[in-house]
Each structure stands twice: as structure tokens, then as C-alpha cells.
């Protein structure tokens, strides 16, 4: 089964590490100040050439209060006035961008993260909803997949209704922990009562998905408190679940300094959790979908990594990953054809750009035909677990073992570790290497070596 994973607690120790999560290859690690708002623009009138299908990712930044774990880009203020300002620039943006691309491109894939995208009033939510629809080609018939982050304190069923009303048909809720110790720890108050409103409302309103987050290895966790978290949530019947390592970085995020580092759990207690985790969720029914995601049986992602049509780009697991994906908002990366672009993550500098009706792109990367061939390589073990040479050699015109020559003693003793299945025709990821793949796929990143590994979480 695509789902049977395998719990090996020496080969966790062995091979986890840090490492880059792979939404990219190659990272925006390797983005680079000299692509900029002509290049993206370029790419975007290639896609209309090509009539290629979108995927659109809105970035809000505002969150009214911090949450000490957090390493997204956003901004901590209690000003709701703070919103129009942004609003006004990021619907700039939309039509400027808009205007390089054709009406019959249609947005199959719909994104508002941030931040917290309920930061903005309900008038702001539909004003916004109303201008993206204006410019872009949005399905009406509830097929598209439209989803959007909600902090269930910044949400009630008027909001959850509002949403549901504008299109949006798939829900995240950012849950974290349930334990009050916990949620003292890390500056976020949430009881089980205002999470499971926004899952019944979500649930009464037919939304197609319900997505809960959690984080394993916070402050004050325990096995046995993050046990009795994981079990609520299972209660709630999410159809998707992401499970976390908390990621101590206090030197590259500020918030993470006002963290306790005495109260945060050991490595033991931490690999505890994540078993433990992994015991209950594929108990209740889940499927394991790798990089810390869940998934129901009869969730798309499940159904698709087992036709083998499931993908991964920024907005993590998908089955949208043929759409070029452009980015809105500060911050916001696009992918479109071989070209990844970032807009500034200065709130003032992306505001100041659109002021002056200019794109906000301040760095990116082209892929060249390393990237595309280590690209596909990592797409394929990371979303199905096996690899087949033949594709790889076909579709790029390589021959894969003398290609990956260099790495080929590596993945031999990943094999002889059990691993993974090296054979003749292609790799297979065993049940007790799928949760350490991020292990797997570095050996293919030709960038890693140059790399402060520092940067990344641990793969466990």
C-alpha cells in the first residue's frame, strides 16, 4: 500500500538531518537578485501563448496577535485600518498581472494564506473576491479547488457562510495544540470549542475539505498531551491533516527568542510524538501522504498519489501542479513555466512598487536543464515514492546512472540501510524510509553542498 510506512527509530537517528522541504527545486534558497519584473512578465505572456491553466496564491500578512513559533512572513498589528492600504495595492497587482495573460486561462486553484486572510473585514473579503473576478477567469460551477488559511479566533459560521458565498470550497485551520499550557507557551489562546465551530460550519456549509494543522515539539508539550490533541482533532473528522516538527530558530526568527528553550521537549519525546501521531492518525483511517501530511482515503491527494498524478510546488501537496502558479501580495512566490519569481517580503518597499504602478519582483530563478531533471527526479519520490529510470531518461535524454554517477555510492548504502529498493529500472522508497525521503532527495540536489544547512528543519 502507498500509505504503509514503517517505524524505525535507528534509522530516524541515522539519517535525519536538516533539509530543505522541496515545495521548489531548486529552493528559493537559490533565488537570486537578478530577476526581477521584465522576466516575470516575459513568462507570464508565455503562458498565455500556451494557454497554460492558473493556480493563484494571495498573500495576506496581518495577524492581530504573534504566535512565538511562527516564521511566516506577516506583520503583528491590531490596526484593521492597516488593510486597505495593502488591498488597494495587491488589487494593482492583480491588474497588472492580469494584463499579460488571456481570459480563457482558467483558475483552476485558488489560495489566500498568510497572515491571517481573515484579518480583513467581511466588505474587504468581497471587494477582493470581486476584483480577482474581474481580471481573472474563475469557475462558478464549485469545481475549482479554492481554498483558504483560517485562524478559528479571527472566525465565526457569518465568516465561514461569507467564504462560502465567495467561492472558496476548502478551509486550513491553524490548530497547533489543544493542551492551555501549550497555547500559554506560545502566545495562542484557542480552545477546542472555537475550533470545532469553524469544522461544524465548514461541515453545514459543505465545504469539500477541511484541513488542521498541528506542530509536534513545542514548549511544554508532552507524548501524552499531544496525544490527547491529536485524538480531538481526529474527533473533529478533518479530511486533511498536517503534523509538524517545530523548527527552533531563534536566531533567523525574532518571535521564536520570547520561547522558553528549557520547556521545549527532547529529541526522544519529540520522535514519541511523531510515532505516537502516526499511530493514532493510521489508526482512525488516514493515509499518510508524506512530508508530515494526511489525508482520508477519499481526499484527492490520496486518490491522486495513487494514480499517480500528485504533485508539489509552494502551496505544498497538489493536483494542480501542470497550472502555472502566480503569486499575489508581498512576499508571494509564482512559478510560471521554468521561471520562479518573489515579490519583496518588505511590506513597505512591495506597497511603494504597485504605488508607482511597477511589479513588486525582487528576486527568482531560471531553470536550466539540471534543475528540470532533478526537479522531475525529486517530484517523483517525494510524491510517489518510487522513481523509474526509464521516464527520467526518456523524457530528458540522459541516461540516469551515469548521469547521477557521482551519488551512486550513496544511494547503494541508503539501499544496503533499507531505505530504499535500488534496482535496475528505478528507485523504490521502502515503508521505512518514507518518512525520512527529504533524506533521499537531498542526494539530488545539486545546490545542498553550497548550502548552510542551518537554514532548514530537521527532515525529523
Not at 481570459?103 to 486553484?109: A, F, I, P, T
Not at 486533511?240 to 523548527?247: D, G, M, P
Request: proline share 4%.
Amino acid at each position: 500500500m502507498l500509505d504503509a510506512i514503517r517505524w524505525d527509530a535507528d534509522l530516524i537517528r541515522r539519517h535525519d538531518r536538516p533539509g530543505p522541504r522541496y515545495t521548489s527545486y531548486p529552493t528559493a534558497v537559490q533565488f537570486h537578485g537578478e530577476v526581477g519584473s521584465f522576466d516575470l512578465l516575459h513568462a507570464l505572456r508565455d503562458s498565455r501563448k500556451a494557454r497554460r491553466p492558473l493556480s493563484l496564491y494571495v498573500h495576506v500578512p496581518f495577524c492581530a496577535n504573534i504566535c512565538y513559533y511562527c516564521a511566516c512572513n506577516k506583520v503583528i498589528t491590531k490596526d484593521r485600518g492597516r488593510a486597505l492600504p495593502y488591498l488597494e495595492r495587491l488589487e494593482q497587482e492583480i491588474e497588472l498581472v492580469s494584463r499579460h495573460l488571456d481570459q480563457r486561462q482558467v483558475v483552476e486553484q485558488l489560495h489566500f494564506g498568510g497572515g491571517t486572510p481573515t484579518f480583513l473585514s467581511h466588505d474587504e473579503l468581497r471587494r477582493l473576491m470581486e476584483h480577482i473576478r474581474k481580471h481573472f477567469t474563475l469557475l462558478d460551477d464549485d469545481s475549482g479547488d479554492y481554498g483558504i488559511e483560517i485562524d478559528p479566533r479571527e472566525a465565526d459560521w457569518s465568516t465561514m457562510g461569507l467564504l462560502r458565498e465567495l467561492g472558496f470550497n476548502r478551509v486550513s485551520l491553524g490548530v497547533q495544540d489543544l493542551d492551555p499550557d501549550v497555547q500559554r507557551a506560545i502566545n495562542r489562546l484557542q480552545t477546542l470549542e472555537q475550533t470545532r465551530a469553524i469544522v461544524d460550519a465548514a461541515h453545514a456549509l459543505q465545504f469539500r475539505s477541511v484541513n488542521i494543522d498541528l506542530i509536534y515539539g513545542l514548549p511544554r508539550q508532552t507524548p501524552e498531551s499531544f496525544a490527547r490533541t491529536v485524538a480531538e482533532v481526529i474527533a473533529l473528522q478533518p479530511d486533511r491533516l498536517s503534523v509538524f516538527n517545530y523548527a527552533h530558530l531563534p536566531e533567523r526568527f525574532m518571535p521564536q527568542r520570547r520561547i522558553n528553550d528549557n520547556e521545549l521537549p527532547s529529541p526522544a519525546d519529540k520522535l514519541a510524538m511523531l510515532q505516537g501521531s502516526i499511530e493514532q492518525l493510521t489508526a482512525a483511517g488516514y493515509r499518510y501522504i508524506g512530508m508530515d501530511h494526511f489525508a482520508l482515503p477519499d481526499d484527492e491527494l490520496a486518490m491522486a498519489q495513487e494514480d499517480g498524478t500528485l504533485q508539489r510546488n509552494f502551496q505544498g501537496y497538489t493536483t494542480h501542479g501542470h497550472c502555472d502558479l502566480i503569486g499575489l501580495g508581498v512576499s508571494a512566490i509564482s512559478q510560471v513555466g521554468d521561471l520562479y519569481s518573489q515579490n519583496s517580503s518588505d511590506l513597505a518597499n512591495y506597497q511603494q512598487s504597485l504605488g508607482n504602478s511597477q511589479l513588486a519582483t525582487q528576486r527568482g530563478l531560471h531553470c536550466n536543464d539540471d534543475d528540470r531533471i532533478r526537479r522531475a527526479v525529486i517530484q517523483a519520490l517525494i510524491c510517489q515514492f518510487q522513481l523509474s529510470f526509464r521516464d527520467i531518461e526518456e523524457r530528458f535524454a540522459i541516461d540516469f546512472r551515469s548521469y547521477f554517477s557521482a551519488i551512486w555510492p550513496q544511494l547503494q548504502q541508503l539501499a544496503r540501510d533499507g531505505l530504499i529498493e535500488l534496482g535496475e529500472h528505478g528507485i523504490d522508497v521502502r515503508p521505512a524510509g518514507r518518512l525520512l525521503v527529504r533524506s533521499l532527495c537531498m542526494l539530488f540536489d545539486h545546490y545542498l553542498e553550497q548550502q548552510n544547512q542551518q537554514r532548514f528543519s530537521r527532515v525529523i
